[in-house]
Structures are given as structure tokens and as C-alpha cells.
């Protein structure tokens, strides 16, 4: 799927060093989700997993890339909750140096629009965690609804931690008010630039491939599900 800024497509193993160290690493954006895959080794696990899951039509994990880069920046994580996909829960994240630029409102929203037009879902659960201020803020803005808190719904580095629950209605998605900008389309663009600079910058300086275990083709399955309730082990099957 494409947009203005960003395209999405599915996570692949070029994806595991980069986004091991844009979530894994990244304290900022790690702290408010499941426990990610501690390693460059457990992201290409979780990535064969995703690819399994796929498969056999129990979740879809999209990458996020921005117009300019070839890598994920993110992603964004949809699973049924219902056997037909009529209810699913999704979940986000995305690196630090691209928040508050549009390209995850953007990514979302394509999203959104693929599981109600596409994939035939009428109802959208997320979770965030109470602390998480942007990933609610991004919820509400997808024009979500708050409908809960679960006290302990998360637990991390076994300490629980409040959510909240977030619903979105396929007619809520259809009837929404437009989604105001915050910068114009120019102001944007030069967010998203200099972002994909910085990206582009550290990684010169730490190429993700000089990272890569020569062994990941024997990654175990790691699962991970950004707002999963708890931290299963992973699955070694």
C-alpha cells in the first residue's frame, strides 16, 4: 500500500537489524510496548513468525518505509480476534526520530481503511499503555474511541501496567472528520527529510548489515505482539 509519504509492504529479514535497534533499543519507544525481541537474531525470528502467521491468516505485520528509505522505520501489527477477521486488535511502533512527522497517521490509516474495505473488519481494538501519551494521542486522533482502562493489562519486566482500550467502528472510519494537519505539506516534508537524514546518518556510521548474525537462517519463531497482554515465551516450533 502506498501514500503521500510512506509505503507499507510486508516486514522482510533486511528489516531485523534496523528495527531491532529502532524499537528494541530505543528505550522511548520500547518502555510503553510488549517486550520486543531481544536481539538482531530474535527480530529475524519474529519476522519468520509473522511471515507463518500470515500464512495461515491469523495476523498481517506491515513495515513501515518512508518515501526515500528502503528499510522499515516501524510497523504496525493487525491480528483477528474473530475467526473471519470482523474483529481484530492492531498495534504500532514506530522509531523515536520519526515521531510527530504524519508518516504514522498516514501508515494507519492505510491500514484501517485495508481491514474495513479489505479484509472485511468492522471492528478495530487497540491498546496503549496509560503512560504511552502519543500512542493514545494517535489512537484518538484515527478518530478511536476510548472505552476502557485494564488495570495490569500489560506486564513488563514483571511490573503491570495499565492500558487503555481503544475502539474503532467501521462506521466511526467511514464518518470521520478530517484529520486536521498540524504542519503544512512543506513544513512536513522537511520533518520526514530531516528525519530520514538522521536515519540515513546513523546508519552509515553503524551499517545494520555489520550487525547481522551469519546464523539467522536458524532463528527460532519469536513471537511478539506489540499489545499483547503478557510475555509469552517464545514459540521454538
Known amino acids: 500500500m502506498r501514500g503521500e509519504r510512506v509505503v507499507l509492504r510486508e ?12 524499537i528494541s533499543e530505543d528505550e522511548d519507544v520500547s518502555r510503553h510496548i510488549s517486550k520486543p525481541p531481544p536481539s538482531i537474531v530474535a ?3 519474529f519476522i519468520s513468525w509473522c511471515h507463518r502467521q500470515r500464512a495461515a491468516g491469523d495476523s498481517l505485520c506491515f ?5 526515500g528509505l528502503e528499510h522499515a522505520v516501524g510497523i504496525i ?6 475467526l473471519d477477521f470482523s474483529i481484530a486488535e492492531w498495534g504500532f511502533a514506530i522509531g523515536s526520530m520519526f515521531w510527530g512527522t504524519g508518516v504514522f497517521v498516514e501508515a494507519a490509516a ?5 481491514a474495513f474495505t ?3 473488519t468492522y471492528r478495530l481494538e487497540g491498546r496503549a499503555a496509560t503512560a504511552n501519551c502519543r500512542g493514545n494521542g494517535a489512537l484518538l486522533k484515527l478518530g478511536a474511541s476510548s472505552e476502557a482502562m485494564l488495570r495490569g493489562g500489560l506486564l513488563r519486566d ?8 481503544w475502539g474503532l467502528l467501521a462506521e466511526d472510519w467511514r464518518n470521520r472528520a478530517p484529520c486536521p494537519h498540524r504542519f503544512s ?9 530531516a528525519a530520514i537524514a538522521e536515519f540515513q546518518a546513523r546508519h552509515q556510521s553503524n551499517p545494520p548489515g555489520d550487525r547481522r548474525s551469519p546464523d539467522t537462517s536458524a532463528a527460532p519463531f519469536y513471537p511478539f505482539f506489540i499489545g499483547r497482554l503478557d510475555d509469552e515465551p517464545p514459540d521454538k516450533s
Not at 514483571?158 to 482500550?165: A, K
Not at 505539506?185 to 527529510?193: P, S, T, V, Y
Open 118 to 120: 479489505t479484509l472485511g
Open 110 to 114: 492505510l491500514v484501517a481503511e485495508f
Open 11 to 22: 516486514v522482510t529479514p533486511a528489516d531485523a537489524a534496523g528495527l531491532y535497534e529502532l
Open 63 to 67: 513495515a513501515i518505509v518512508p518515501h
Open 43 to 45: 527480530f529475524h525470528g
Open 185 to 193: 505539506a512543506e513544513a512536513a516534508q522537511k520533518r520526514i527529510d
Open 77 to 82: 501489527q493487525i491480528r483477528r480476534l474473530a
Open 158 to 165: 514483571d511490573q503491570p501496567r495499565d492500558q487503555f482500550i
